[in-house]
């Protein structure tokens, strides 16, 4: 099924698109009156669709009956990935969306090459948003995972203590605990994966102070991006999501 996602404001019994969308529509996908489509909100709630007219920049479309809702699985995983340079984080945004986590944070970290400033940082949070909403669509996701603009470790760590049952852990190729371990009997994770390098001793240490527990993915030398899609795979398959 060819789908569309949509922002929960653009919808009604007859909504008209403009813009990207319509190009996409006719350009891409070719549809002409009478074809259908899914619609997605990013919420987690999907519609049905008629085309109804098509014009060089506009596409009109009935909407139908709301379609049940699929069932969330059981793992709420978030993801807070170290900042990287290149679109090494454009990549882990698109495969963590396909791998089903709930949420992505961007971290400034001591080793990370990135630095971004506010205004930059803004705008490539909309980027990473734009990319785990055709990664939904692409997946056939009805939720698209909410990513932040990039957060220090100040911000990132009442992410953790606003929600006690929410386990973080770290990872650190030293730890003892392997990761598959320190996930289990808990569906509610927020992980955090360092950069080329890893975390510095300071930053693991002060995690560790805000509970975060240290946990290793395996003996293998990955880089930053193949961290973060192995451990998310690990997560999904002990919560028997994945595997």
Known sequence: MKRLY????????????????????????????????????????????????????VVELRVGQKLPDEPHGAADVWLAQALAKADKLDFVVQKATELGARRIVPLF??????????????????????????????????????????????????????????????LDPGAEKRLSAAARGTARILLAVGPEGGFSPEERERAQRQGFAAAALGPRVLRTETVAL??????????????
């Not at 403009?18 to 002409?32: E, F, I, M, P």
Request: glycine residues 8%.
């Open 109 to 170: 970290t001591e080793r990370a090459v990135v630095k971004l400033d506010a205004e930059r940082g803004a705008a490539r949070a909309e980027r990473w948003r734009r990319i785990a909403q055709e990664a939904a669509r692409q997946c056939g996701r009805a939720d698209v995972p909410r990513v932040d603009a990039p957060r220090t470790w100040d911000e990132l760590f009442p992410l953790l203590h606003e929600e006690p049952d929410r386990h973080g852990i770290l």
């Open 6 to 57: 949509v922002n929960p404001a653009q919808l009604g019994a007859i909504i008209r698109l403009g813009g990207a969308q319509a190009r996409y529509l006719t350009a891409v996908l070719r549809l002409v009156p009478g074809d259908s489509i899914e619609l997605f909100d990013g919420l987690g709630s999907r519609w049905p669709a008629e085309v109804i007219a098509t014009a060089a920049t």
């Open 230 to 243: 192995a451990a998310l795979a690990v997560l999904m398959h002990v919560q028997g999501e994945l595997g």
